[in-house]
C-alpha cells in the first residue's frame, strides 16, 4: 500500500497495543478481524440514521421539521460512518495508521462541531425571514402537497 | 469481504443523497434548498473517505474530505447570513428612542 513511502520516514515501527493487535490479529473465517466487524457494524448503523434522515427531509411537511430530520441525523450518521470507516481502515498498527486515524478523529470532530452551528444558523435565518411553521389544522404554504379537507 | 461492503456503503450514500437532491429541485422556499445543500455537502465529505478506503489512499482522501467539509461549512454560514442580513436591517429602532429620553429628563 501507500502507507510504505511513509514508513520509511519515521522508521516504520509499530506500536504495540496488546489486545487491538491481537483483536486485529484474529481473524474469522471469512477473514475478517474484529475491528473490521466493528467498523461495519458502525457503518450500517450510519448508514440506518442517514436513511431516517433522508426519508425524514423528503416527507416531512415543513421547513422546521425537515430541519429537523436533517441536522440530528445527518450529524449522528457521519460521525457513525467516519469513526466506521477508522475502524475498518486501522488494520495495520503503525504511525502512520494512527496518523490516518487522528486525521479522521479531526473530521469527525469539525463536523460534530460545525453540523449543528450551521443548522443553528440556517434555523434563525429562516425564522427572522418568516416562514410559517405548519400548524394543526391549517395548511401551510410552504407544505409540498395541499391536499383538500 | 470488506471491499463489497465499501462498495455497498458508499451506492447507499449516493442513493440515500437522492432525496435530499429532490428537496433541493422543488424545494418550496429557498431554505429547503439551502438545507439539503448542507446535507448533500456533509456525505460528499464522507463519501470521499469511503472512496477514500476502496483506492487504498485514505492518506490523501483524508485531506480532500476535510478540506471540503470546512468549505461546506464556510459556504453554508456564507449563505444563511446573506439570507438573514436582506431582512432584517429595516427593523432596527432602539436608536431612534434615546432622544426623546433625554428631552424628557431635560423638561422635568
Known sequence: MSMDVADSFV????????????????????????????????????LVF????????????????????????????????LLGFGLITLDDFSMVGWLLVVKLLAIVLF???????STHALMR???EDGVEPVTK????????????? | MTEGFTVFAGAALFVLMLPALYRVAVGPTSFDRLVAVNVIGTK???????????????????DFALAYALLNFVASLAVARYLNRTRS????????????????????
Open chain 1, 137 to 149: 389544522g391549517s395548511s401551510s404554504k410552504n407544505t409540498k402537497k395541499e391536499v383538500e379537507s
Open chain 1, 125 to 127: 435565518a429562516g425564522y
Open chain 1, 50 to 81: 442517514f436513511l431516517g434522515a433522508a426519508v425524514g427531509l423528503y416527507r416531512f411537511p415543513d421547513f422546521y421539521t425537515r430541519m429537523h430530520a436533517a441536522g440530528k441525523g445527518d450529524t449522528l450518521s457521519s460521525l457513525l460512518i
Open chain 1, 111 to 117: 463536523i460534530m462541531l460545525t453540523s449543528p452551528t
Open chain 1, 11 to 46: 522508521g516504520g515501527f509499530s506500536f504495540d497495543f496488546g489486545f487491538l493487535a491481537e483483536a486485529s490479529a484474529k481473524t474469522t473465517h471469512a477473514g475478517l478481524s474484529a475491528l473490521d466487524v466493528c467498523g461495519m457494524v458502525m457503518v450500517s448503523v450510519g
Open chain 2, 44 to 62: 460528499t465529505a464522507v463519501l470521499l473517505v469511503v472512496i477514500g478506503t476502496l483506492f487504498g489512499r485514505l492518506d490523501m482522501f483524508v
Open chain 2, 89 to 108: 436591517t429595516p427593523e432596527r429602532k432602539p436608536a431612534k428612542r434615546r432622544t426623546p429620553r433625554k428631552k424628557k429628563a431635560k423638561a422635568s
